[in-house]
């Protein structure tokens, strides 16, 4: 069946560091995929979202990287700052329905 | 412009009772859906309306679930009678339409079952 997964639960960073948070996932015909940042007490907020016809998408701070041929997905975060501790789902639509397939999730903590 | 709203922002029941859930979407939102998130776990899909009308469900565990959208305006998720593997946060998520259609999730409802 369809699975997205990610490779590590917890990612400790200094603060200003990079990030670098990944994804694996196991359908080959998806074709639209989402980054979510999840704050404690709130719920999932976009992030950046890439279709399978692109390789790199850049937001603010925020870089998203797709490898078709290995189907995986990461999320790098320049400068990260204490504002972007969180936990970061990514999150799968292949079928053009509204169902969302997610990853289980990375804590990113960023120390001061 | 609102967000989605969530009704119990937390709820603890005892096993075998009843608890109502509820979401607001945001106004003119035809698609809505329901997630949960059981035990750190990742992000599971329930189900989805397309206004009152179930378009996909799924993701619902079983027929103690049950999820209503009169009016196709907000939504009820009833869990009778809830079990222990219940607990977990329960989010609600809105979009104007499908496919590359962002969906805006609510802040969830944290399910305690003890």
């Known amino acids: 069946g369809e699975s997205v997964g990610l490779h590590l639960p917890t990612l400790s960073v200094q603060e200003g560091d990079n990030s670098i948070i990944n994804c694996a996932y196991s359908?080959?015909?998806?074709?639209?995929f989402i980054w979510y940042k999840q704050e404690s007490g709130k719920g999932p907020q976009f992030i950046i979202d890439?279709?399978?016809?692109?390789d790199k998408r850049q937001g603010q701070r925020v870089t998203v990287l797709l490898n078709k041929t290995v189907k995986h997905l990461s999320l790098q975060i320049a400068a990260t700052q204490p504002g972007d501790s969180a936990v970061y789902f990514c999150a799968e639509n292949g079928s053009n329905t509204g169902k969302l397939i997610f990853g289980q999730g990375t804590t990113l903590q960023v120390k001061p | 412009e609102a967000g989605v709203t969530q009704f119990p922002s937390h709820s603890v029941i005892e096993k075998g009772q009843t608890v109502t859930l509820r979401c607001d979407p945001i106004?003119?939102?035809?698609?809505l859906y329901w997630y949960r998130r059981v035990m750190g776990k990742e992000i599971k899909f329930l189900l989805h309306?397309?206004?009152?009308?179930?378009?996909?469900e799924s993701g619902m565990p079983n027929n103690r679930f049950l999820a209503e959208r009169t009016g196709g305006t907000y939504s009820t998720l009833k869990v009778q009678p809830a079990e222990l593997e219940d607990s977990g946060v329960y989010f609600c998520?809105?979009?104007?339409?499908?496919?590359?259609?962002?969906?805006?999730f609510g802040p969830g409802t944290r399910l305690t079952v003890t």
């Open positions: 359908n080959s015909a998806s074709d639209y």
């Open positions: 106004s003119g939102h035809d698609n």
């Open positions: 309306f397309v206004k009152e009308s179930k378009q996909d």
């Open positions: 998520a809105s979009s104007q339409g499908l496919g590359l259609y962002e969906q805006y």
């Open positions: 890439i279709r399978s016809n692109m």
